[in-house]
């Protein structure tokens, strides 16, 4: 059984910042690549940010410069920093782990943005 819970969403306002924890349990013999998604009301899940077993880091354009993605000294423990927060960063954000035996998401944890 593999559990991800995610946690320290809240409400900011516009300019702020938020730090997000992802901590994967269970029996998790590798994690190759650990994601943030988020979901917006009435959108798609979408793809936030990337990180990999070696480090390697990546993206969406929409949060460059402002969220930065890193792992624990734990490996199955990820961060997000999420920095000038904006109106539209409003949303539920979901961890997922890619690993050998299959992906697993997280429950998510809200984040609101005020303007």
């Known amino acids: 059984q593999v559990q991800l819970v995610e946690s320290g969403g809240g409400l900011v306002q516009a300019g702020g910042s938020l730090r997000l924890s992802c901590v994967a349990s269970?029996?998790?013999?590798?994690?190759?690549?650990m994601e943030w998604y988020r979901q917006a009301p009435g959108k798609q899940r979408e793809l936030v940010s990337t990180?990999?077993?070696?480090?390697?880091?990546d993206y969406a354009d929409s949060v460059k410069g402002r969220f930065t993605v890193s792992r624990g000294i734990a490996k199955n423990t990820m961060y997000l920093q999420m920095n000038s927060l904006k109106p539209e960063d409003t949303a539920v954000y979901y961890c997922?782990?890619?690993?050998?035996?299959?992906?697993?998401w997280g429950q998510g944890t809200q984040v609101t943005v005020s303007s």
């Open positions: 269970g029996s998790i013999f590798s994690i190759n690549v």
């Open positions: 990180i990999t077993s070696g480090g390697s880091t």
């Open positions: 997922k782990i890619v690993t050998s035996w299959g992906n697993y």
